[in-house]
């Protein structure tokens, strides 16, 4: 079993930045590629990011690319959003997600665990 802690979600303007984190435990954390997905009030749940298991290769949305960036950092079983040039659209409760088999997917049935989420809301 895997449990994921996210944090680092809140209320920023428009422009600005945040970072999240997604603490693991349970399992060793670089057998598990590793996704950010978010889901807005009344959406989809959608995929935002993903990272393979040793960082090395990334995976973005359209939607996010070139504002966004995922990392880890293994040592510290530890997976980042760090996210900049916020827009109100971005508004929406993110999830960390890890899955032993599969790198890159952006279908939620392909992750394994999941975190419980955090808020972000971006304000106009």
């Known amino acids: 079993q895997v449990q994921l802690v996210e944090s680092g979600g809140g209320l920023v303007q428009a422009g600005g930045s945040l970072r999240l984190s997604c603490v693991t435990s349970g399992r060793t954390f670089s057998n598990y590629a590793m996704g950010w997905f978010r889901q807005a009030p009344g959406k989809e749940r959608e995929f935002v990011a993903a990272i393979n298991w040793s960082g090395g290769s990334t995976v973005y949305a359209d939607s996010v690319k070139g504002r966004f960036t995922i990392s880890r950092v293994n040592a510290k079983n530890t997976e980042y959003l760090q996210m900049n040039s916020l827009k109100p659209e971005d508004t929406a409760v993110y999830y960390c997600?890890?899955?032993?088999?599969?790198?890159?997917?952006?279908?939620?049935?392909?992750?394994?665990?999941w975190g419980q989420g955090t808020q972000v809301t971006v304000s106009s």
């Open positions: 997600a890890a899955a032993r088999r599969v790198y890159g997917s952006s279908l939620s049935y392909d992750y394994d665990y």
